[in-house]
């Protein structure tokens, strides 16, 4: 008989339910409790009832969970120094989008070496998540896939849809649905209609295929999300963080009716990929929101204990401690030291 079905299809291997995990890393009340707060927090701050700025800080990727709990234990002492100005929202992004090919992270590949674990991977996400909410450290994460969310998304108080998938009508289907504010990011070539339509699209209502608590293909309907925006972050040509961006981006917001509030991505296409020149980005828009800028509501820095990055090699041993595996991040006492800088001016305003 001819084979005319999954030709190109080499395995299909079925996963735990996300009904299952979640029994496994139950959430408690304490965390339910803290989850809620944060995001009632972050939409006030990006809907302007709330002056604060949040930022979105953290490594590009999470691969080591031990350095990830480490980075979030810095962050929250940094957080209660910063916090009458900053809300400060650890990034926690388990999942990358690759231009071409590479690791797509720590849920598709835990163990880094081509294994694809993927129910491990699951595991370790949601009990790093788990861990971090006992904390007190709000998460930030990428929604790059469109069954995962299911079993992590109760943990999460910020969401990201990258430069990669603003596009792509799926994704603008899952932030419908999802129970966290969301930014969007303009296109790699700085195209921000995307960014527009994506916002506008996920504050419709829609009706698409997704997975339940049991992980059976299901109908999902949504309601819509109200708490969208737009996340300015550069391109290959050039950045996108002066004032005369910021005005272009409020008049394209007031134009299509969506609420002024911008985040700006220090890091990517506004840093030209050199983590040095995150700082330089902070500063600028922090003496923008000085100078009485009311629309800028949140930015994001990549991060980590140590500056720069590395390749994995086959010897997992060889890797360094708190060094980045995707992109280049500025270290911990530069990401410190530049958001008690941006603290100290912030107090000075008006
Ligand atoms: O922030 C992450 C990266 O810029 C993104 O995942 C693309 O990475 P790549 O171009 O190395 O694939
Ligand atoms: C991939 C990322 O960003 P962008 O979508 O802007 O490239 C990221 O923030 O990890």
Redesign the pocket.
């Known amino acids: 008989m001819i084979k005319t079905n999954n030709l190109k299809v080499t395995a299909i291997t079925p996963i735990i339910a996300p009904a299952d995990l979640r029994q496994v890393f139950p959430m408690t009340d304490h965390a339910r409790e803290f989850v809620s707060r944060s995001r009632e927090r972050i939409k006030e701050i990006i809907q302007r009832r709330d002056r604060r700025l949040m930022v979105v800080v953290g490594p590009?990727?999470i691969h080591d969970t031990a350095a990830a709990v480490e980075y979030a234990r810095r962050l929250a002492d940094l957080s209660r120094r910063v916090d009458d100005q900053l809300f400060l929202v650890m990034r926690v992004?388990f999942e990358?989008?690759?231009?071409?090919?590479?690791w797509k992270g720590l849920i598709n590949d835990p163990d880094m070496n081509g294994t694809h674990l993927i129910s491990k991977g699951l595991g370790i996400a949601r009990g790093l998540l788990c861990t971090l909410t006992a904390l007190e450290v709000p998460v930030a994460n990428e929604m790059l896939d469109l069954i995962t969310p299911e079993y992590v998304a109760d943990l999460i108080s910020w969401g990201a849809i990258?430069?990669?998938t603003t596009e792509s009508q799926t994704h603008r289907e899952l932030a419908s649905g999802l129970s966290f504010p969301i930014g969007f990011k303009n296109g790699t070539d700085g195209n921000l209609q995307i960014a527009v339509d994506a916002m506008i699209a996920a504050r419709a209502s829609h009706n698409f295929l997704g997975i339940n608590r049991d992980g059976r293909a299901s109908i999902i309907q949504t309601a819509g999300n109200p708490d969208v925006h737009i996340v300015l972050r550069g391109s290959t040509r050039k950045p996108n963080y002066l004032p005369e961006d910021i005005a272009h981006t409020e008049d394209i917001l007031r134009k299509n009716q969506l609420p002024p509030t911008i985040m700006v991505d220090c890091?990517?296409g506004n840093s030209n990929?050199d983590y040095r020149r995150q700082p330089e980005v902070l500063e600028n828009v922090i003496g923008q929101v000085v100078d009485g800028n009311q629309s800028i509501s949140g930015l994001m820095i990549?991060s980590n204990l140590e500056e720069g990055n590395q390749k994995v090699t086959a010897d997992h041993g060889q890797l360094t401690y708190g060094v980045s595996i995707?992109?280049a991040c500025l270290g911990w006492r530069e990401t410190e030291k530049a958001l008690l800088a941006a603290h100290k001016r912030l107090r000075s305003r008006k």
């Open positions: 590009c990727s992004y990358k989008p690759r231009t071409t090919v590479g990258g430069a990669r890091s990517h990929k990549e995707t992109d």
